[in-house]
């Protein structure tokens, strides 16, 4: 057996529930192996009482309900499990797993907040404020906890230590309705007799410059506060408890500013040594000022805090053309610098950071407003060691001025990588390097990125949670690290700020006017991303939890939409970003936003009537159930012909049609698909899709049975493509296809991001289908193994912890054989299709093995010329299509006579000779060159 887990938090100090739900996991070499009964033993060590064991017959061991009393607030338990398996046999006892409830009611606190006693202009930079308080313990402590939070972000100190190692600790959320407290362990800081403890506040999130407009601030409230409430346990039972109130102490130090978007100014001389220490003179500090505030929002975090996860060091150091030194980490990263330096004393060191360089010099154009600047002031006593605390960065390069000589970057710079501290659980290989790098980009996207709230980008005046931007990615986020808890917590927010119509705002946290503007894709998170934490992880609590948020956003677009079922009014994003839209137009898709908002509409209300079905509410899964087919058939009626053809006849409208099921026969859905894979082949197979599209269209293409098209589309090189970016040395998913141009220099847009995460997801389809590792029951329960080989690529892998142990799916390719492997957790069966072979094969836990033919080769072809003849043309499937589809641009009348597959040209006809009888026919034989140009570039390539 491994540990018992709570929830899904790793560490389980602080729950903020008293029945947390149980999972484990079972280690067995045994073939098929299955549980049929769990025991479960529950110890309270300081209660006295004996132990007490359930033993329940079930095959349930992924978020098993609470079987015993609940907890009490402050209450610490252990629990242990064992099984018993499908052969009989009975498993050792589990290690014992501690969960202690945190406060779980306004009445569990005495504290208050408490802010520093003067006035200050929240509308610009302020020095962080520090407080203090020193008390007396009676004798040795057994066990003591603080519990703390802040309005602002918050370090604490006792007797000198730092408190955790969390960064930016509360975190965002929508503080006026959530606010999370955090739970330590102190018990090895406090000693006997006098002790001090203290806390730095700055104004994060919550009072700091947030938004896109580069003015706004305070959003949330005018005064920096702090709250703390630290229990001792006596070794003789007795307990004590110090909060905050208004006896603490407040004054200014060294950290002169502080800013998320614009960095931090460090000034050392100004340091208070020993501030958080007893005995520190405190004459000169002033006091604090205690703020009535609602203590029922207070709770629990539900996932892992943020905190410094690695560190890299410089890959290169130059001297920019301006004479400025330059220090290259090598990877776009999000975090901030470790200076190590020794000089005299006032002399100030300036970090910039940046995500590219353009002519040799960090550009900081895309950061727009944010200065991204931190500054040290040496206090001139040895070697000095400066980390920004409340602030960070997006950057690749950073630029230092006014280091002393013989400051020796190499050594004396670290980049400290910030985010939250996610369990990483999913990976990917294949015998493709690009294709690794472009798998390597959507991780390193994903990490900067997942720094407290799922932003769209880290480093410019923006660094939102934009609704659509995970809506999307949730797939792949749940993948790739376990995002359950951090995920959950953000729906509680989503949540949170709905309004009381069901609106569901494009960002979450709400802090940009307007935001609360219903819009298909975006507001559809609140349905999308609760059913993919169902599906990844088995969690029908999430359901439950967001079933009434889920419920509201559909009932809202049922309103707007009115009786005819077609979301056709009002704003929206659409195929955003879509790299056909004119400039400066980024909704402007080839795909129609009403046709997006009403497939969007429809797959919201199919997953409420699901989700109703799970959660046995029967009225309201009938009720959703018919919505949804209201939906489906006015979206037929009213964006698709009878054979299959979408009125945007643009990708991302066929690939939305395929992957909501909104076609209704064989027929139709072989039409769109055989028209979706033609024009991603008249294109080049270049990308032509923007946030709503792009992650769909693999998937789509496969399932029409067009994998080979997804390949060429999954493997082009030229921009726009997911390849573009890695050729160019992309080290993270860029916002937009050219964020870089070919030439080098930056895309002159003022939204240009290079770590922007959405269109990497399809990494999603790398691992269920190039890989052949996807979920075919929720958490992972039933597995699909289907890898589906292609693009030359002759090894796919992918591993993944799921909630039931273990799974791996891997295949080469040699020799006309397909080898596969995988491994099946315990307690889970899988569903195996193979290439080659007839049906489904069942097989249950375990290692396996298949080997089956298999043809992966290109059928040679004469060389595509507008002098080669129409049969040649037409046995070069890529080229007849470009041809039939600029004709039909040309000539739009003949569109049904080439859809129908009607006419023949005479044996001999050339290409060119068709084209002489066109009007425009120069026109048509130059454009029909040029994807002639393409189309072998794009072979050579491959």
Same mark, same amino acid.
């Given at each position: 057996?491994?540990?018992?887990?709570?929830?899904?938090?790793?560490?389980?100090?602080?729950?903020?529930?008293?029945?947390?739900?149980?999972?484990?996991?079972?280690?067995?070499?045994?073939?098929?192996?299955?549980?049929?009964?769990?025991?479960?033993?529950?110890?309270?060590?300081?209660?006295?009482?004996?132990?007490?064991?359930?033993?329940?017959?079930?095959?349930?061991?992924?978020?098993?309900?609470?079987?015993?009393?609940?907890?009490?607030?402050?209450?610490?338990?252990?629990?242990?499990?064992?099984?018993?398996?499908?052969?009989?046999?009975?498993?050792?006892?589990?290690?014992?797993?501690?969960?202690?409830?945190?406060?779980?009611?306004?009445?569990?606190?005495?504290?208050?907040?408490?802010?520093?006693?003067?006035?200050?202009?929240?509308?610009?930079?302020?020095?962080?404020?520090?407080?203090?308080?020193?008390?007396?313990?009676?004798?040795?402590?057994?066990?003591?906890?603080?519990?703390?939070?802040?309005?602002?972000?918050?370090?604490?100190?006792?007797?000198?230590?730092?408190?955790?190692?969390?960064?930016?600790?509360?975190?965002?959320?929508?503080?006026?309705?959530?606010?999370?407290?955090?739970?330590?362990?102190?018990?090895?800081?406090?000693?006997?007799?006098?002790?001090?403890?203290?806390?730095?506040?700055?104004?994060?999130?919550?009072?700091?410059?947030?938004?896109?407009?580069?003015?706004?601030?305070?959003?949330?409230?005018?005064?920096?506060?702090?709250?703390?409430?630290?229990?001792?346990?006596?070794?003789?039972?007795?307990?004590?408890?110090?909060?905050?109130?208004?006896?603490?102490?407040?004054?200014?130090?060294?950290?002169?500013?502080?800013?998320?978007?614009?960095?931090?100014?460090?000034?050392?001389?100004?340091?208070?040594?020993?501030?958080?220490?007893?005995?520190?003179?405190?004459?000169?500090?002033?006091?604090?000022?205690?703020?009535?505030?609602?203590?029922?929002?207070?709770?629990?975090?539900?996932?892992?805090?943020?905190?410094?996860?690695?560190?890299?060091?410089?890959?290169?150091?130059?001297?920019?053309?301006?004479?400025?030194?330059?220090?290259?980490?090598?990877?776009?990263?999000?975090?901030?610098?470790?200076?190590?330096?020794?000089?005299?004393?006032?002399?100030?060191?300036?970090?910039?950071?940046?995500?590219?360089?353009?002519?040799?010099?960090?550009?900081?154009?895309?950061?727009?407003?944010?200065?991204?600047?931190?500054?040290?002031?040496?206090?001139?006593?040895?070697?000095?060691?400066?980390?920004?605390?409340?602030?960070?960065?997006?950057?690749?390069?950073?630029?230092?001025?006014?280091?002393?000589?013989? /400051?020796?970057?190499?050594?004396?710079?670290?980049?400290?990588?910030?985010?939250?501290?996610?369990?990483?659980?999913?990976?990917?290989?294949?015998?493709?390097?690009?294709?690794?790098?472009?798998?390597?980009?959507?991780?390193?996207?994903?990490?900067?990125?997942?720094?407290?709230?799922?932003?769209?980008?880290?480093?410019?005046?923006?660094?939102?949670?934009?609704?659509?931007?995970?809506?999307?990615?949730?797939?792949?986020?749940?993948?790739?690290?376990?995002?359950?808890?951090?995920?959950?917590?953000?729906?509680?927010?989503?949540?949170?700020?709905?309004?009381?119509?069901?609106?569901?705002?494009?960002?979450?946290?709400?802090?940009?006017?307007?935001?609360?503007?219903?819009?298909?894709?975006?507001?559809?998170?609140?349905?999308?991303?609760?059913?993919?934490?169902?599906?990844?992880?088995?969690?029908?609590?999430?359901?439950?939890?967001?079933?009434?948020?889920?419920?509201?956003?559909?009932?809202?677009?049922?309103?707007?939409?009115?009786?005819?079922?077609?979301?056709?009014?009002?704003?929206?994003?659409?195929?955003?970003?879509?790299?056909?839209?004119?400039?400066?137009?980024?909704?402007?898709?080839?795909?129609?936003?009403?046709?997006?908002?009403?497939?969007?509409?429809?797959?919201?209300?199919?997953?409420?009537?699901?989700?109703?079905?799970?959660?046995?509410?029967?009225?309201?899964?009938?009720?959703?159930?018919?919505?949804?087919?209201?939906?489906?058939?006015? /979206?037929?009626?009213?964006?698709?012909?009878?054979?299959?053809?979408?009125?945007?006849?643009?990708?991302?409208?066929?690939?939305?049609?395929?992957?909501?099921?909104?076609?209704?026969?064989?027929?139709?859905?072989?039409?769109?698909?055989?028209?979706?894979?033609?024009?991603?082949?008249?294109?080049?197979?270049?990308?032509?899709?923007?946030?709503?599209?792009?992650?769909?269209?693999?998937?789509?293409?496969?399932?029409?049975?067009?994998?080979?098209?997804?390949?060429?589309?999954?493997?082009?090189?030229?921009?726009?493509?997911?390849?573009?970016?890695?050729?160019?040395?992309?080290?993270?998913?860029?916002?937009?296809?050219?964020?870089?141009?070919?030439?080098?220099?930056?895309?002159?847009?003022?939204?240009?991001?290079?770590?922007?995460?959405?269109?990497?997801?399809?990494?999603?389809?790398?691992?269920?289908?190039?890989?052949?590792?996807?979920?075919?029951?929720?958490?992972?329960?039933?597995?699909?193994?289907?890898?589906?080989?292609?693009?030359?690529?002759?090894?796919?892998?992918?591993?993944?912890?799921?909630?039931?142990?273990?799974?791996?799916?891997?295949?080469?390719?040699?020799?006309?054989?397909?080898?596969?492997?995988?491994?099946?957790?315990?307690?889970?069966?899988?569903?195996?299709?193979?290439?080659?072979?007839?049906?489904?094969?069942?097989?249950?836990?375990?290692?396996?093995?298949?080997?089956?033919?298999?043809?992966?080769?290109?059928?040679?072809?004469?060389?595509?010329?507008?002098?080669?003849?129409?049969?040649?043309?037409?046995?070069?499937?890529?080229?007849?299509?470009?041809?039939?589809?600029?004709?039909?641009?040309?000539?739009?009348?003949?569109?049904? /006579?080439?859809?129908?597959?009607?006419?023949?040209?005479?044996?001999?006809?050339?290409?060119?000779?068709?084209?002489?009888?066109?009007?425009?026919?120069?026109?048509?034989?130059?454009?029909?060159?040029?994807?002639?140009?393409?189309?072998?570039?794009?072979?050579?390539?491959?």
């Amino acid at each position: 057996m491994t540990d018992v887990r709570f929830e899904h938090v790793r560490d389980a100090l602080g729950l903020g529930t008293g029945r947390p739900r149980l999972s484990w996991t079972t280690l067995t070499q045994a073939r098929d192996w299955t549980q049929t009964a769990y025991e479960i033993e529950l110890a309270v060590p300081d209660s006295g009482d004996p132990a007490v064991t359930v033993r329940v017959e079930s095959a349930d061991s992924v978020l098993v309900v609470w079987p015993f009393e609940p907890l009490p607030a402050r209450a610490r338990a252990a629990v242990r499990v064992r099984v018993t398996g499908s052969d009989g046999q009975v498993s050792p006892w589990s290690e014992p797993a501690t969960a202690e409830a945190g406060l779980l009611a306004p009445d569990d606190w005495s504290a208050v907040f408490v802010s520093p006693d003067w006035d200050e202009d929240p509308q610009s930079d302020q020095p962080c404020p520090f407080l203090r308080h020193e008390f007396d313990l009676r004798g040795p402590v057994r066990s003591a906890r603080l519990y703390a939070t802040a309005l602002g972000v918050y370090e604490a100190e006792i007797n000198g230590t730092r408190v955790g190692d969390e960064v930016l600790a509360p975190g965002w959320t929508a503080y006026d309705k959530r606010l999370r407290y955090q739970t330590y362990d102190i018990t090895a800081l406090l000693r006997p007799g006098r002790n001090a403890v203290g806390a730095i506040l700055a104004d994060g999130w919550f009072r700091g410059r947030i938004g896109f407009d580069g003015k706004t601030r305070a959003i949330y409230g005018d005064r920096l506060a702090f709250l703390a409430q630290l229990e001792v346990t006596y070794e003789d039972g007795t307990t004590d408890r110090v909060t905050t109130d208004d006896s603490w102490r407040a004054a200014t130090g060294p950290i002169v500013s502080s800013g998320l978007y614009d960095g931090e100014a460090y000034e050392a001389p100004l340091e208070r040594s020993g501030w958080s220490e007893p005995g520190h003179d405190s004459s000169g500090w002033r006091g604090v000022r205690a703020l009535e505030r609602d203590l029922s929002v207070l709770v629990a975090p539900e996932g892992p805090p943020a905190r410094g996860v690695e560190e890299l060091v410089p890959v290169a150091v130059t001297t920019s053309p301006s004479g400025r030194t330059v220090i290259d980490f090598g990877q776009n990263l999000v975090g901030r610098l470790r200076l190590t330096v020794s000089g005299e004393a006032g002399r100030r060191i300036t970090l910039r950071h940046a995500e590219v360089l353009e002519d040799g010099e960090l550009c900081t154009r895309p950061l727009r407003t944010a200065a991204a600047t931190d500054t040290y002031t040496l206090r001139g006593e040895g070697v000095e060691v400066f980390e920004p605390r409340f602030t960070f960065h997006g950057f690749r390069y950073a630029e230092i001025t006014g280091a002393p000589d013989g /400051f020796d970057p190499a050594t004396a710079l670290r980049a400290v990588v910030l985010h939250s501290d996610l369990t990483r659980t999913g990976h990917f290989a294949c015998s493709d390097d690009l294709v690794n790098r472009l798998h390597e980009n959507v991780v390193w996207g994903m990490r900067g990125n997942f720094l407290d709230v799922p932003t769209d980008c880290p480093q410019r005046d923006e660094r939102l949670g934009w609704t659509g931007d995970i809506q999307v990615f949730s797939p792949t986020a749940s993948f790739l690290y376990d995002s359950a808890g951090f995920l959950g917590s953000w729906l509680a927010d989503l949540a949170a700020e709905q309004g009381e119509n069901g609106v569901v705002p494009f960002v979450v946290p709400k802090v940009v006017p307007g935001a609360d503007t219903p819009t298909a894709a975006w507001g559809d998170a609140a349905t999308v991303v609760p059913w993919v934490l169902f599906e990844r992880y088995g969690d029908t609590g999430i359901l439950a939890a967001q079933y009434d948020s889920m419920r509201r956003w559909v009932d809202h677009v049922a309103s707007v939409a009115g009786q005819d079922r077609l979301w056709d009014r009002g704003f929206q994003f659409g195929d955003w970003l879509d790299p056909t839209a004119p400039a400066g137009r980024p909704d402007a898709a080839a795909t129609a936003g009403e046709l997006v908002a009403t497939a969007y509409f429809f797959r919201s209300a199919d997953i409420v009537a699901r989700s109703a079905g799970i959660l046995g509410r029967a009225d309201d899964a009938e009720h959703y159930r018919a919505l949804a087919d209201e939906i489906r058939a006015a /979206f037929q009626a009213e964006y698709v012909t009878g054979a299959g053809r979408m009125m945007s006849d643009a990708p991302t409208g066929y690939a939305l049609a395929l992957c909501f099921d909104l076609l209704d026969s064989d027929a139709q859905r072989a039409h769109a698909g055989d028209r979706l894979a033609r024009l991603v082949r008249a294109g080049g197979h270049k990308i032509a899709t923007g946030f709503v599209g792009t992650p769909l269209i693999c998937d789509a293409l496969t399932r029409a049975g067009h994998a080979d098209t997804a390949y060429r589309l999954l493997l082009q090189k030229e921009c726009p493509s997911w390849l573009y970016p890695v050729t160019m040395g992309a080290t993270t998913i860029w916002e937009r296809w050219d964020s870089l141009l070919p030439d080098g220099t930056v895309n002159p847009s003022g939204m240009t991001s290079f770590n922007h995460y959405a269109l990497g997801a399809v990494a999603d389809w790398l691992h269920r289908t190039v890989a052949g590792l996807a979920p075919a029951g929720p958490g992972y329960r039933r597995l699909r193994i289907e890898p589906r080989p292609g693009g030359g690529l002759t090894h796919a892998e992918a591993r993944l912890e799921t909630p039931y142990g273990p799974a791996e799916v891997s295949w080469t390719l040699s020799g006309g054989q397909l080898v596969v492997e995988s491994l099946v957790p315990p307690n889970t069966t899988a569903d195996v299709v193979l290439p080659s072979s007839d049906g489904t094969v069942e097989v249950g836990s375990g290692r396996h093995t298949w080997t089956v033919p298999y043809t992966d080769s290109p059928t040679a072809q004469a060389p595509l010329s507008v002098d080669m003849t129409m049969d040649e043309l037409m046995g070069h499937e890529d080229a007849a299509l470009a041809f039939k589809d600029m004709l039909i641009t040309y000539i739009p009348e003949t569109a049904d /006579f080439i859809e129908s597959g009607s006419g023949s040209a005479p044996v001999g006809t050339t290409v060119r000779s068709i084209a002489a009888m066109l009007p425009n026919g120069e026109n048509f034989l130059a454009d029909l060159e040029e994807r002639f140009t393409a189309l072998t570039s794009d072979a050579e390539n491959r």
